[in-house]
Structures are given as structure tokens and as C-alpha cells.
């Protein structure tokens, strides 16, 4: 092996490695946006690392990048749903890292392109993985946070379908058993934390949001905002109707809760109907021809010899 191939290649793999380890770190930052925002309030003298100071430096490129993106409206929304900040400024922040993200990749292609493209003579094949070392790890360092987020927009979509007729549920036992509607939604919040995250952390926002001075009316309408889901929107009217009119918020929550279930079982029934319908193809592919060879190969062996014996061969 040539050792100029060598000394390439763990060039390569070093600068991978460090490429890497710059791109989580920058990850490890979009994490909680609400948690950056109190320590930038509580340590203003703080010291700049270097990643703050390319963020400055590449800030006029998001601005212009975000002028002609006409995704930006998408990714505020997505925000929202998953509880996050989305002003301007927090959206700068997410854009800006994303496109350090993009010229940090494309950086370490053109690096990787140059070191190992010249021991390639053909030049279609140095154009083709030119192409893909650059381009390939661009795209996915700049699509990756959007992925991110949209991961977990279904993670907690999932969830909520899952967990939620069993959080209302105990919503109305708390109620029931006569703790206030506030009380109630906090308690069923600090229940679900451990088993739901998702949906224990949904009732803790509002019973935080009702204990910070906003209305019971807007933060469950914060609620059906943040979690787009009919069966929660139907829950949210329910309960402000009730409010309003001055109905037992009790008997309200069971009626809710009734209807939760039998939809719920409802969708359970539709899946399991549609199982029998998604196993025919692997059961045609694949028990079929093992189950077809099982049975006729003694035949066939049989049939061989049968043959074999009337044409005089034993």
C-alpha cells in the first residue's frame, strides 16, 4: 500500500473526527433555547467562545439567506409546537447555526475533495465524488435541524395519541375527588413526566402558564396550538364551554374522557384489521415458497426416482 495513501487517509479521518466533534458541539446547543436565554440574562459579562464569534462573523449571510427563504414562516411554527422560543431573535439563532453548520461541511469537503481526488485519474469519477464529498455532507449538516425537529414533532404527536385519553382520565379522577381544575391539571402533570414526557410536560406548561397571570382560556387554547390534534381541540372547547357556562367540569371531563376511549379503541381496531391486509405480501414472499418446499420435495425426490427406475437407472 502506498504511503502516501496512508498519510492521506488519516489525514482525512483526523479532520473527520474534528469536523464531527465542532458540528455536535454545535448541536449540543440548539438543544434548549429557553436555557440559553436565562444564562445569557444572568451572566451578561460572559466570556465569547469561539463558536459565538463565528456566529457573528457568518450573521450577515443568515440575513440574507433568510430574506429569500420561504420556509422561515415552517420553522417558527415547528418551534412553537414543541414549546420552544420562536421570536426573531430566536430564530436568527437557529438559522445562524444552521448555516455554520452548512460552511463547516462544505469546508471539510473541498478539504477531503483535494487530498483524495488527485489519486483518481479519471476525470468523470473525480467530477462524481467531488460532487458527492461536498455536497452530500452540506446538505445533510444544513438539513439535519429541520429533521431534528420534525422527529420530534412526531414523536410527540405519537405520544399524545398514546397517553392522552389516560391523562384526561386521571384528569377527571382528580377532579372527582375534588381537587380544582388547576390542581388537577398540575397533579396530572407531574404524573405523566415519567412515563410521557411529552404530555406531562404539555400540563405542567399550563398549569405554569395559568400560575404565571395567564387566563385557564388561554393556556388551553396555547394547548390545542402547540399540539394540533382534533381529539385535544374537542377537549380544549369542552372545557372552556364549560367554564364559561358554568357546567360541572367534572361531568364535562367524563364525557371527554368517554369519548377519548371509544376513539381510541376505535383506531386500535382499525390497525388490527389492517394487519391480516399488510402480512399478505410477506406471507406470499416469503412463508409461502418455504412452506411449498417443505411439502412437495419428498414428492419431487420420489417422483425423480420413479422416473429414474423406469428409464433403467436405480
Not at 438539513?143 to 404527536?157: A, D, F, G, H
Not at 382534533?230 to 364525557?255: E, Y
Not at 371527554?256 to 381496531?269: G, N, P, Y
Request: hydrophobic share 45%; net charge positive; aromatic share 8%.
Amino acid at each position: 500500500m502506498d504511503i502516501n495513501f496512508v498519510i492521506r487517509l488519516g489525514l482525512c479521518l483526523i479532520i473527520a473526527l474534528m469536523v464531527g466533534g465542532i458540528v455536535f458541539i454545535i448541536n449540543r446547543q440548539d438543544n434548549n433555547f429557553l436555557l440559553e436565554r436565562l444564562k445569557k440574562g444572568h451572566s451578561a459579562t460572559k466570556r465569547k467562545s469561539i463558536f459565538d464569534d463565528l456566529l457573528e462573523i457568518i450573521k450577515p449571510v443568515t440575513i440574507a439567506n433568510m430574506k429569500s427563504n420561504k420556509n422561515q414562516n415552517s420553522t417558527k411554527q415547528m418551534l412553537i409546537r414543541l414549546g420552544l422560543p420562536a421570536n426573531e431573535n430566536d430564530i436568527m439563532d437557529f438559522e445562524n447555526k444552521r448555516m455554520l453548520r452548512l460552511i463547516i461541511s462544505f469546508a471539510f469537503g473541498i478539504f477531503l475533495s483535494v487530498v483524495l481526488l488527485p489519486m483518481i485519474h479519471d476525470g468523470m469519477s473525480q467530477l462524481l465524488l467531488g460532487t458527492i464529498f461536498i455536497c452530500m455532507p452540506s446538505m445533510f449538516s444544513y438539513m439535519s435541524p429541520i429533521w431534528n425537529l420534525k422527529r420530534r414533532l412526531v414523536k410527540k404527536e405519537k405520544a399524545f395519541d398514546k397517553f392522552f385519553p389516560d391523562a384526561i382520565d386521571l384528569l377527571c379522577v382528580c377532579v372527582e375527588a375534588g381537587l380544582g381544575i388547576d390542581s388537577a391539571i398540575e397533579r396530572v402533570g407531574r404524573e405523566f413526566t415519567y412515563f410521557s414526557p411529552e404530555v406531562g410536560g404539555e400540563f405542567q406548561r399550563i398549569a405554569k402558564d395559568m400560575l404565571s397571570g395567564v387566563s385557564k382560556q388561554d393556556a388551553l387554547k396555547g394547548l390545542s396550538e402547540r399540539v394540533q390534534n382534533k381529539d385535544i381541540q374537542s377537549f380544549v372547547a369542552v372545557i372552556i364551554q364549560a367554564d364559561k357556562m358554568g357546567a360541572s367540569i367534572a361531568s364535562s371531563l367524563s364525557i371527554s374522557a368517554d369519548s377519548l376511549r371509544t376513539k381510541r379503541k376505535q383506531r386500535l381496531e382499525a390497525l388490527v384489521g389492517a394487519a391480516s391486509t399488510k402480512m399478505t405480501i410477506p406471507l406470499v414472499l416469503c412463508l409461502l415458497p418455504a412452506t411449498f418446499a417443505v411439502v412437495l420435495t419428498p414428492a419431487i425426490i420420489q417422483v425423480v426416482e420413479s422416473l429414474g427406475k423406469m428409464n433403467g437407472f436405480k
